[in-house]
């Protein structure tokens, strides 16, 4: 069986060992990075699958990190960047924006029923590719 491989950009590091965790669990590789510069760095060493990117990270905004990863030649399909947030006052705009680019919201925090669907969505698209 094909092994998906997540890159998630969390700054909080224990939401981040905490996905880390439970993504491996369910036979995923995951890379875990705390910005959107490591993000572009391990993109551009490595293809991914899938991946998981906070909202409001330190020093920018996700959606700002996942528009710059998409335009890379090694991007995920857009429909495998999903942006996570714990906070629901995104704006009316900024979803719009995430519904154009990317696969979607996710609140935090994240449960493993929907950590599986996710992984098990990675597995398929590969698998369509193939």
Do not use: W
């Amino acid at each position: 069986m094909y092994r998906p491989h997540i890159l998630i950009v969390e700054d909080d590091d224990a939401v981040r060992g905490e996905l880390v965790e439970l993504l491996r669990a369910l036979g995923a590789g995951v890379t875990s990075v705390a910005d959107g510069e490591g993000a572009m760095d391990a993109s551009r060493e490595q293809s991914f699958d899938l991946v998981l990117c906070d909202y409001k990270l330190k020093a920018e905004n996700g959606l700002d990190v996942l528009s710059a990863l998409s335009a890379l030649p090694s991007a995920p399909d857009p429909s495998q960047l999903f942006l996570m947030s714990a906070h629901r006052d995104i704006t009316m705009s900024g979803q719009g924006d995430m519904a154009a680019t990317m696969g979607g919201l996710l609140q935090k925090p994240i449960g493993g029923a929907t950590l599986r669907t996710l992984v098990a969505a990675a597995v398929a698209a590969e698998a369509r590719r193939c």
